[in-house]
T-cell receptor, first 113, second 111 residues
Framework: NAGVTQTPKFQVLKTGQSMTLQCAQD?????MYWYRQDPGMGLRLIYY???????DKGEVPNGYNVSRLNKREFSLRLESAAPSQTSVYFC????????????FGEGSRLTVL | RKEVEQDPGPFNVPEGATVAFNCTYS??????FFWYRQDCRKEPKLLMS???SGNEDGRFTAQLNRASQYISLLIRDSKLSDSATYLC????????????FGAGTRLFVKA
C-alpha cells in the first residue's frame, strides 16, 4: 500500500526560487493537509483541503499556495523561497473532517540558502 | 500559552523501566486525543487513541482527564525500540478541521 506519497524527498533552493511539493494519497480520503515541522515547535498547519475543490489557510500560510488538483492530489507551492521556509514538510490525509487518524507522507526536507 | 504542551525531555531510561509522559491542552471543546510516535527523520505514526475510560495496548496505557484537560501515556517494560519522540495530538471541536500537535517528548531507552 502506497498510502501518502510526497515528492521530492529532498530539495535545496536559493532565496527567491520557486518550487512545488507534490502529494498524492490512494486511500480515498477526503481531507488533505500540509504541515511544516521545525525543531522544538511541533507540526504547524500551513493549508488544508477539507474536500476536493476546497482549500483553507492554516496556522502559517504566508509564503505558500496550494492546489487540490483532484481527490488524490494536493500540492504546495513556494513562489519565492526564503530561508525561514527551511523546514521539513509533511503532507497528511484522513477520511473526513476532524476525526480519526491522520496518515502522513514520509516528508520533504527543504533547505533555502 | 501553547494549545498543547508537553515536557520536551529527553527522558533517559534503562531497558525494562516504566516511564510516563504528560500533556495538557487548553481548549475544553477538544473532541478527540491521540499519541503519535515519530522516529528520527521519519513521519509521525499513530501509536494509540486516548479515551476517557483509559485504554491499553500491550505495554502502553493512555489516559484522558477531561476535567483537568490532561492526557498521559505510560510505557511499561521499556525496550530499546521504544526510543523515539512521542507527540500528543488533540483534535478540535466537532465539525472543524483543527488538529494541534504538541512539540513532542523525546525518549531514549538504553541497554
Amino acid at each position: 500500500n502506497a498510502g501518502v506519497t510526497q515528492t521530492p524527498k529532498f530539495q535545496v533552493l536559493k532565496t527567491g526560487q520557486s518550487m512545488t511539493l507534490q502529494c498524492a494519497q490512494d486511500m480515498n480520503h477526503n481531507s488533505m493537509y500540509w504541515y511544516r515541522q521545525d525543531p522544538g515547535m511541533g507540526l504547524r498547519l500551513i493549508y488544508y483541503s477539507a474536500s476536493e475543490g476546497t482549500t483553507d489557510k492554516g496556522e502559517v500560510p504566508n509564503g505558500y499556495n496550494v492546489s487540490r488538483l483532484n481527490k488524490r492530489e494536493f500540492s504546495l507551492r513556494l513562489e519565492s523561497a526564503a530561508p525561514s521556509q527551511t523546514s521539513v514538510y509533511f503532507c497528511a490525509s484522513r477520511f473526513r473532517g476532524n476525526t480519526g487518524e491522520l496518515f502522513f507522507g514520509e516528508g520533504s526536507r527543504l533547505t533555502v540558502l | 500559552r501553547k494549545e498543547v504542551e508537553q515536557d520536551p525531555g529527553p527522558f533517559n531510561v534503562p531497558e525494562g523501566a516504566t516511564v510516563a509522559f504528560n500533556c495538557t491542552y487548553s481548549n475544553s471543546a477538544s473532541q478527540s486525543f491521540f499519541w503519535y510516535r515519530q522516529d528520527c527523520r521519519k513521519e509521525p505514526k499513530l501509536l494509540m487513541s486516548v479515551y476517557s475510560s483509559g485504554n491499553e495496548d500491550g505495554r502502553f496505557t493512555a489516559q484522558l482527564n477531561r476535567a483537568s484537560q490532561y492526557i498521559s501515556l505510560l510505557i511499561r517494560d521499556s525496550k530499546l525500540s521504544d526510543s523515539a519522540t512521542y507527540l500528543c495530538v488533540v483534535n478540535g471541536p466537532t465539525g472543524g478541521f483543527k488538529t494541534i500537535f504538541g512539540a513532542g517528548t523525546r525518549l531514549f531507552v538504553k541497554a
